[in-house]
């Protein structure tokens, strides 16, 4: 990966850093669970008009924990160029 578009992808990262983000921005990985004592698979997809405030989970994965109603380990879409 090249400098540049390595310094694209994290300017879009942190665009979005500890902000309300709508859920048609997001990838969800999987929801955890409402007491914090695991992950389960997502089985369907959130409202797209809900928005969540994202927390940075891993940098080097890119993900984040984006709380909302329910939360959730998510990663934010590339933008399209």
Do not use: W
Not at 9 to 36: K, M, T, W
Not at 55 to 62: D, E, F
């Amino acid at each position: 990966m090249s400098s540049r578009n390595l310094d694209r992808i994290i300017g879009h990262l942190q665009e979005y850093r500890n902000r309300f983000v709508p859920a048609s921005r997001l990838e969800f990985i999987c929801r955890i669970l409402p007491d914090g004592s695991g992950i389960e698979s997502v089985d369907k997809k959130p409202i797209v008009d809900d928005e969540y405030e994202l927390r940075s989970l891993s940098i080097s994965n890119g993900t984040y924990i984006a709380s909302g109603f329910g939360s959730y380990v998510v990663r934010i879409k590339e933008p399209t160029p």
